[in-house]
């Protein structure tokens, strides 16, 4: 009996032990969400100078896997419309390309800020006098920004955000400073 008993409790436990580990195996993995990789991803931070305003924000937007509300938020502030004061969420795509430009560039400069957010009103009126300024421009949807770097030619900026292959980069030598947005990838 007590024999049989504990044979019968060896086979269990060891039943147990291989659907143990893989219910664990699949627990740590979900808790890592989906890749073990992504814990090791490291904070993404950004560093903004906006020329208009003279404001600057050195701000780390991402970590533990997520964006940093707070964070976000002083980014929407310093890429708002200056003309109007309107604020608006900025892509957080955007960020993130910005973030990978910034690294491919090996810089710890800030962006240098000429155009973020444009309202509608501001936007109709950049683009009734400006032929480079689009009637429907990404601007409006905080989908765009239009910055330089210091240290970096418009050329290396251009080149590295293009290499992301993410959306819409345009050069702009005359008003020096590159266009990149979230929307249809295109170069221009
Ligand atoms: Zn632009």
Do not use: C
């Amino acid at each position: 009996m007590r024999h049989n008993g504990r044979a019968s409790a060896d086979h269990d436990r060891r039943r147990f032990l291989r659907l143990g580990a893989g219910v664990v195996a699949t627990g740590a993995f979900a808790l890592l969400g989906g890749s073990p990789a992504r814990s090791a991803v490291p904070r993404r931070a950004l560093a903004f100078h906006n020329l208009h305003t003279g404001e600057s924000l050195d701000v780390t937007y991402w970590a533990d896997s997520r964006p940093i509300p707070d964070a976000l938020a002083e980014v929407d502030h310093i890429l708002r419309d200056f003309r109007t004061g309107e604020i608006h969420p900025i892509d957080l795509r955007l960020l993130n390309l910005l973030h990978r430009v910034q690294h491919a560039l090996d810089t710890t400069e800030p962006f240098q800020i000429i155009s973020g957010y444009r309202s509608p009103a501001t936007n109709r009126k950049l683009a009734n006098g400006s032929s480079g300024v689009a009637r429907r421009s990404l601007h409006m949807q905080g989908m765009a920004i239009d910055v330089r770097v210091p240290g970096r030619s418009l050329k290396a900026l251009h080149r590295a955000a293009v290499a992301q292959k993410s959306g819409g980069v345009g050069m702009y030598p005359k008003s020096d400073f590159v266009h990149m947005d979230t929307g249809r990838v295109r170069y221009w």
